[in-house]
């Protein structure tokens, strides 16, 4: 059988309130939207990927960095965007989140 789902591991850092993030941690299962590329001289993303990002422990709390596994439908064209050492951005609506580099 073939997976519909690809799946990496990646190093995540929870931005805090104060540097526009959260203002609570995330639990397992979370899936915001992530971003790979903003608009050139702009704030504005070109495009977002939907990925559920999981780990072992209970919570990873505000500054905390942690070794996460990420998930993401093949369907949408994120294979291409996927290379050892990018780093990327995790929004929930316009704000920037996260932080994690694969």
Known sequence: MISDVIEIKAKLTLYP?????R???IKTGY????VFEYRENS???????IG?????KEWILLNE?????VRF????????????????WI????EKLEKRKY
């Open 65 to 69: 960095t942690e070794i996460v596994k």
């Open 43 to 49: 704030s504005e993303f070109v495009t977002t990927y």
């Open 17 to 21: 309130t104060e540097n526009g993030g």
């Open 31 to 34: 899936r915001p939207n992530h």
């Open 73 to 88: 439908l093949k369907h949408q064209n994120i294979k291409e965007m996927i290379e050892k050492g990018r780093v990327w």
């Open 52 to 56: 559920q990002i999981d780990f072992e």
């Open 23 to 25: 203002k609570t941690g």
């Open 91 to 94: 929004h929930e609506g316009k």
